[in-house]
Nanobody
Framework: QVQLVESGGGLVQAGGSLRLSCAAS????????MGWYRQAPLKQREAVAL???????NYADSVKGRFTISRDNAKNTVYLQMNSLKPEDTAVYYC???????????WGQGTQVTVSS
C-alpha cells in the first residue's frame, strides 16, 4: 500500500509559476514510475509528465518546455515545476505511482491549479 500526499496547488496569473510536490509513503520499494495527471472541468483526465526511477522525464506536448518533472528518491518525493502557466493549464492535478504489476497503481487526492488571464 502506498499513500501519496500532494501540495503546492493554488491560484496564479498567466505567465506565473508553481511547484507541485507529491510525497510517497508506505510500500515504496516497488515504485518504478511516477507521474502527474490533470483533469479540467468537463474534460477527461490526461497525462502531463512521467518520470522513471532513473530520472528520465516525458511530457505531454502541451507542457513541453514549460514544465519540469523531477524526483528525490531519498525523500520519496516527486515534483512538478510549472512555468509560463496558461489559463488552459487550469485543472486538478493528480500524482500517480506505479510499479511492475498492474495492481500496483496509486493516486493522490489531487490539488487544484487555477491560472487566471
Amino acid at each position: 500500500q502506498v499513500q501519496l500526499v500532494e501540495s503546492g496547488g493554488g491560484l496564479v496569473q498567466a505567465g506565473g509559476s508553481l511547484r507541485l510536490s507529491c510525497a510517497a509513503s508506505g510500500s515504496i520499494f516497488s515504485i518504478n514510475d511516477m507521474g502527474w495527471y490533470r483533469q479540467a472541468p468537463l474534460k477527461q483526465r490526461e497525462a502531463v509528465a512521467l518520470i522513471t526511477s532513473g530520472g528520465n522525464g516525458n511530457y505531454a506536448d502541451s507542457v513541453k518546455g514549460r514544465f519540469t518533472i523531477s524526483r528525490d528518491n531519498a525523500k520519496n518525493t516527486v515534483y512538478l515545476q510549472m512555468n509560463s502557466l496558461k489559463p488552459e493549464d487550469t485543472a486538478v492535478y493528480y500524482c500517480r505511482a506505479t510499479g511492475w504489476s498492474r495492481a500496483y497503481d496509486y493516486w493522490g487526492q489531487g490539488t487544484q491549479v487555477t491560472v487566471s488571464s
